[in-house]
């Protein structure tokens, strides 16, 4: 299994992003899905996360401004970021649970994207 992560770069403060994380591989289930970023000199951070039912939560810095979304069928998960501040930069992780045929797993594996850089100028 395998997560790509593409749709980060370069604008301005107030601007809008929309990054899309394809989930590719032998899938049986997709159960989770979320984005995290991690800022330079900073540890990682959740952003927004779908959980397997469906619910979904917001960091308190982004809420209002990113909407978390996904497609299963396309086997997909999207941020859209508008009102982007500066400190919104970072490099942005896509993150899922999935169940593969092979290897086979009975239960959710966690797995992460290579990361998108996002970059907010002021």
């Known amino acids: 299994v395998q997560l790509q992560a593409s749709g980060g770069g370069l604008v301005q403060a107030g601007g809008s992003l929309r990054l899309s994380c394809v989930i590719s591989?032998?899938?049986?289930?997709?159960?989770?899905t979320g984005w995290y970023r991690q800022a330079p000199g900073k540890q990682r951070e959740l952003v927004a996360r779908?959980?397997?039912?469906?619910?979904?939560i917001y960091d308190d810095s982004v809420k209002g401004r990113f909407t978390i979304s996904r497609d299963l069928p396309k086997n997909s998960v999207f941020l859209q970021m508008n009102s982007l501040k500066p400190e919104d930069t970072a490099v942005y992780y896509c993150?899922?649970?999935?169940?593969?045929?092979?290897?086979?797993?009975?239960?959710?594996?966690?797995?992460w994207g290579q990361g998108t850089l996002v970059t907010v100028s002021s």
């Open positions: 993150n899922a649970g999935v169940r593969s045929f092979y290897p086979y797993s009975a239960d959710e594996v966690d797995y």
């Open positions: 591989g032998s899938i049986l289930r997709i159960g989770y």
């Open positions: 779908i959980s397997s039912g469906g619910d979904i």
